[in-house]
Each structure stands twice: as C-alpha cells, then as structure tokens.
C-alpha cells in the first residue's frame, strides 16, 4: 500500500528560486492537508483541501500556493524562496464521510527543503 | 484561536520508571490526537481519543483525555529504551475538523 507519498525527499534552493513539492495519496481520500515542521517544533499548517477544486489556507499560508485539480494529488508550490521556508514539509490526508471525519490522518515521509 | 502545549518539552527517565506527559488546549474540541516521531522520520499515530473520559492503551502507553479540563496525559509505564522519540499531541477543534493544531512536542530519551 502506497498510502500519502511525497517528492522529492530533499532538495535544496537557492533564495528566489521557485519549485512544486509533489504529493499523492491512493486511499480515495477527499481531504489533504500540507504541514511545515520547523526545527525542534510541532507542525504547523499550511493549506488543507477538503476535495478536487477546493483549497483554503491554514495557520502559515504566505508564500505557498497549491491547488487540487484531481482527488489524488495536492502539490505545494514555494515561490520566490526565502530562508524562512528552510523546514521538512508533510502531506497527509484523511477521509470524510457524510457528518463523520474520519479518525486517521494519514502522513506522508516528509520533504526536507534547504534555502540557501 | 487553538493552542495547545505540552509539558514537558524534554524529558529524561530511567529504564523501568513510570512518567506523564501532558497536554493542555485552550479551546473546545472534540478530537485528540497522539503521535510519536523519530528522529527524520514521519509520525506515526498512536491514540485518537474523542470523548470525555476516553482512554486507550497500547503497551507501555496509555492516553486520557477530560474535555471539560481541557487536557490529556500520555502515560509510560515502565519504560524502556525503544520508546524515546518525540511525541506530540495534536487537537481538531468542533469548526475546524480533522486540520490540526500541534503541540511542540516532547522529546523522550529513556536511558538505560
């Protein structure tokens, strides 16, 4: 079971450079979410979808962008890197049915991301 | 807004000794979330507690949760050297669902 995958794995930027953080999950879930973990921190969110075509920003939403264009894949697009993104990136995801949202939220391994 | 805190943020115990982490949130949920996390690894989730008076176990751990204090406790009894990681609980408040708000974790050495 693949469950909440995510790429790259490391990367490094230089400031002002620009990438995708790439995430997908094969559990037909209908809600994604991407967290930023600082150094010796709790994780902090960023955006959360809640199905295709549907994206809000969470606690850190500044310099991020994402969007949801199929029920599969939620990617995280940095832009003009800045030190302050140096962090390890998580995806997860989860599943709503009707009134109930579902008890597990999945992690992906994380993305560890250097701005230099 | 949510916050939630853990306390101790960094706790060092003997092998076979007994110790409570604790997790405090500042406003009404209706979901509480442990995990554990190794060093560079994603985190695994433990208990999901989401009534008052809740209480899971799984081996040497046991969480709690009293909604109407708004706190849970992460208990280890008789530690041993495997379970040192970072553990973190985590709240879903009543409006904002399944998006979480962490704590800042507690990192656990276990020594021999």
């Known amino acids: 079971n693949a469950g909440v995958t995510q790429t790259p794995k490391f990367r490094i930027l230089k400031i002002g450079q620009s990438m995708t953080l790439q995430c997908t999950q094969d559990?037909?879930?209908?809600?994604m979410y991407w967290y930023r973990q600082d150094p010796g921190m709790g994780l902090k969110l960023i955006y959360y979808?809640?199905?295709?075509?549907?994206?809000d920003k969470g606690e850190v939403p500044n310099g991020y962008n994402v969007s949801r264009s199929t029920t599969e894949d939620f990617p995280l697009r940095l832009e003009l890197a800045a030190p302050s993104q140096t962090s390890v990136y998580f995806c997860?995801?989860?599943?709503?049915?009707?009134?109930?949202?579902?008890?597990?939220?999945?992690f992906g391994e994380g993305s560890w991301l250097t701005v230099v | 807004e949510l916050k939630v805190e853990q306390n101790p943020l960094f706790l060092s115990m003997q092998e076979g000794k007994n110790y409570t982490i604790y997790c405090n949130y500042s406003t009404t949920s209706d979901r509480l979330y442990w995990y554990r996390q190794d060093p560079g690894k994603s985190l695994e989730s433990l208990f999901v507690l989401l009534s008052n008076g809740a209480v899971k176990q799984e081996g040497r751990l046991m969480a709690s949760l009293d909604t109407k204090a708004r706190l849970s406790t992460l208990h280890i009894t008789a530690a041993v050297h495997d379970l040192s990681a970072t553990y973190f609980c985590?709240?879903?408040?009543?409006?904002?669902?399944?998006?979480?708000?962490f704590g800042e974790g507690t990192q656990l050495t276990v020594n021999p």
């Open positions: 985590a709240v879903g408040g009543q409006t904002s669902g399944s998006r979480l708000t």
């Open positions: 979808s809640v199905g295709a075509g549907i994206t």
């Open positions: 997860a995801s989860s599943i709503r049915q009707g009134a109930w949202v579902g008890n597990t939220i999945y």
């Open positions: 559990m037909n879930h209908n809600y």
